[in-house]
């Protein structure tokens, strides 16, 4: 492996151009060998490459918001799929540019066509490169520091990369600093679990020292350390950690951006609101929404509004757990609203109310905080704002990611808090609503808290 790294940007780069440029020379065919040939006023010369120059900026904008370019960084199916994504959107984009320079709708099955053509080429090229990429750089061999905390989560993680990683083996942080260094030299990388500060940053300076590879498990105080804004006032850097929350014109544009968001997509999802209900109330003839006490900004409680997935009572003998794998509990058109996250619209009057934002932590039930925050007393930092519809843990997190781990996600939310930030995580949103890893439940054996109504 170590022979072939200095080339792995170098790599990278070719794979994400031809990505670009296969996809590309499809569009340049159907273009040149239709779209022009039909239009009143064909393209020339310097026109046509204008053409496929923008279409190639707008894919390469695509890739790069959705992840399309994050080669060996996400997983073989996330790669595809955030490509297939951007395609899909990238095509309508030019099928409307196509109509507004002719000035009348064309044909949409030549794009339809170019489309799938564009999907096989995307399939086909990330399943090669993978390949070509694994048998170059082969997973790298972990060692892995934990301390008190248990880390069955985290080798799980790890273990869910193969493609990546291989975690050979585990020591705890108690043999020693020296030891654990003798045994570092012999793998490829350490990861460094949740272990005290002073063991963590000693075995960090180290690494440093020896060139080692090292992959860290943040605190709650790390999140509030590296989102800190950076002081050049005196001769000794100084870290500024503002923790007011969202300021005066943040809250004012964020609320105008709730208030347009919420109204536009009620409008355009009124229809699914008309199938969903009928399809719920033939199903068991039960109510078609699900009410339920949650907590939003400074504790405050509200009544949050879904559609009801699960059987009538499901709380009944069971009490407040989460869904799991092939929860019983789950009716069978619940199983497609979770996994799709239309369940989650009636939520849009929430927001238009002003109890919710479009973007921001997912509301917890107050008898499940109280909970959490038995083991987790920093838990409730997470209601420094709105609770939202989609938020960082969901589009960087999963339904059973830990409720420490979605703490750490939100409070990065908080405290990077912008305007771009929220258009991004809502342009993101598409993505992962037809993820199933991201929607999956907890293994019957997970004795973790959290939402029973919800995959979000």
Avoid at 87 to 109: A, G
């Amino acid at each position: 492996m170590k022979k072939y790294d200095q080339y792995k940007r170098l790599i990278k780069f070719l794979f994400s151009f031809n990505a670009v440029f296969f996809v590309v020379i499809v569009y340049w065919l159907v273009w040149n060998g239709y779209y022009n040939k039909i239009i009143e006023r064909p393209f020339w010369r310097r026109g046509n490459w204008l053409i496929v120059v923008l279409y190639a900026a707008l894919l390469a904008l695509f890739y790069k918001t959705y992840g399309g370019f994050k080669i060996a960084y996400l997983k073989k199916g996330n790669l595809i799929w955030s490509q297939i994504l951007s395609i899909i959107f990238v095509n309508i984009i030019t099928y409307i540019q196509i109509s507004l320079i002719d000035q009348k709708l064309h044909p949409f099955y030549p794009m339809m066509l170019m489309s799938l053509i564009e999907f096989a080429i995307v399939g086909l090229w990330a399943n090669i490169f993978q390949w070509l990429y694994r048998k170059m750089f082969p997973p790298k061999k972990l060692l892995l520091v934990y301390g008190n905390r248990p880390a069955f989560h985290l080798r799980d993680k790890i273990n869910s990369r193969e493609d990546k990683y291989f975690l050979e083996d585990a020591v705890h942080v108690s043999i020693g600093e020296d030891e654990i260094m003798k045994m570092a030299v012999r793998y490829d990388a350490i990861i460094i679990g949740d272990v005290p500060a002073h063991e963590r940053n000693l075995l960090m300076k180290l690494c440093f020292e020896e060139s080692i590879r090292t992959y860290s498990v943040p605190k709650i105080s790390d999140i509030l350390i590296r989102t800190s804004t950076e002081l050049d006032i005196f001769d000794s850097p100084l870290l500024l950690s503002r923790n007011e929350g969202l300021q005066i014109e943040q809250r004012f544009i964020k609320r105008l951006m709730d208030v347009l968001f919420s109204i536009l997509g009620l409008i355009i999802t009124s229809p699914f609101f008309a199938v969903i209900a009928v399809i719920i109330k033939c199903t068991d003839r039960g109510p078609v929404f699900y009410r339920q006490n949650r907590l939003t900004q400074d504790g405050r409680v509200f009544s949050i509004c879904k559609f009801r997935t699960m059987v009538q009572d499901a709380e009944k003998d069971t009490g407040a757990r989460l869904a799991s794998d092939n929860d019983d509990r789950v009716l069978p058109v619940g199983k497609f609203l979770r996994r799709t996250r239309l369940d989650e619209l009636p939520q849009l009057w929430n927001i238009l109310k002003g109890e919710m934002s479009v973007v921001g932590p997912r509301p917890e039930r107050p008898e499940l905080a109280e909970k959490i925050e038995e083991e987790i007393p920093e838990f409730h930092y997470r209601l420094k704002v709105k609770a939202g519809l989609t938020g960082f843990a969901q589009i960087y997190g999963k339904y059973n990611t830990s409720s420490y781990d979605k703490l750490k996600l939100d409070l990065s939310y908080i405290r990077k808090y912008s305007v771009f930030l929220d258009l991004k995580l809502i342009i993101l949103t598409p993505k992962i609503m037809f993820m199933k890893e991201s929607t999956e439940g907890v293994k019957e054996d997970d004795r973790s808290i959290g939402d029973t109504d919800s995959l979000v």
